[in-house]
């Protein structure tokens, strides 16, 4: 009859059966089996699989595309394509290379005529009289160098002009001339003015008062017509009184037939 296992040899038999499934364990690892020497590490030429990349997103390494060349648009049922450099004259061309016509929008080496308008021969071009320049505020006069600037919108209307006779002092003595006031219907952002008398005649003076003042007098192949442009204030405000004081060149006293605006495109 077998004897019972004492308290001790289930103890030894106990710790035998847990050293054997440690052992197990430890072998499936594979840190360990590689330690062990029982499985090969992986190659450092493995190739790692490529993660697939999203259909939206585009591949960084891959060539860029150029775009494609845009064409001048075909006529209407026409199956016509513009390819190379092609030389197309027209209007309204879009794009293209070499495009001569008006109205190119986009395209190399285009050539777009730009026709400068035309002043109607009815209206004077007016020549700067005092190229050095007059700086008139009030009476006083400044000399410094000047600049005008011929840009702007069209214009404004003159809504009212006056004159009366005035006379002014000299050495010699009094002096007749004609004092005008005008005003216009909008913001003027060149004030310019000109004046058409009975007589050959001169702007001796032009000033907007309250504001400081910087004119340039003008002159034209006519000499009953004279004129001059605002250097300061501008713009001049709609209803903002202008005064000239008007000269004829005999001494006499000149009478205006005709007050106008002066155009950029008059200014010399």
């Keep these: 009859m077998k004897k019972p296992w004492t308290r001790d040899q289930l ?22 089996r590689s330690k062990l020497g029982l499985e ?39 199956a016509a394509k513009q390819e190379g450099n092609t030389a197309l004259k027209g209007q309204e061309n879009v794009a293209g290379n070499s495009v001569s016509g008006s109205g190119n929008v986009v395209g190399n080496n285009n050539q777009v005529t730009i026709t400068p308008p035309k002043v109607p021969e009815s209206h004077p071009i007016f020549s700067i009289t ?62 310019a003015f000109a004046v058409k008398c009975d007589r050959p005649c001169r702007i001796r003076d032009a000033v ?22 605002f250097l300061s204030p501008r713009p001049l405000g709609a209803g903002v009184q202008v005064e000239y004081r008007v000269r004829a060149q005999d001494g006499s006293l000149p009478k205006i037939l005709q007050v106008s605006t002066i155009s950029p495109e008059q200014l010399k």
């Design 208 to 229: 907007v008062f309250g504001a400081y003042n910087k004119v340039n007098y003008l002159t034209t192949k006519d000499p009953n017509i004279s004129g001059a442009v």
């Design 130 to 191: 005092n190229p050095s320049g007059s700086i008139i505020n009030q009476g006083s006069a400044v000399n410094a160098p000047q600049t005008v600037n011929n840009f702007g919108p069209p214009p404004a209307k003159i809504t009212t002009w006056e004159q009366k006779p005035a006379q002014w002092q000299e050495a010699g003595g009094l002096v007749p001339e004609t004092q005008l006031t005008l005003t216009v219907d909008h913001s003027m952002e060149i004030p």
């Design 11 to 32: 103890i030894a038999l106990g710790i035998v059966i847990l050293t054997a499934i440690t052992i197990l364990v430890a072998i499936s690892t594979p840190e360990i």
């Design 40 to 78: 090969k590490p992986p190659s450092a030429t493995q190739e790692k699989p490529t993660p697939a990349k999203p259909s939206g997103m585009p591949d960084p390494q891959a060539p860029l595309l150029q775009k494609p060349e845009m064409k001048g648009p075909a006529k209407q049922g026409s």
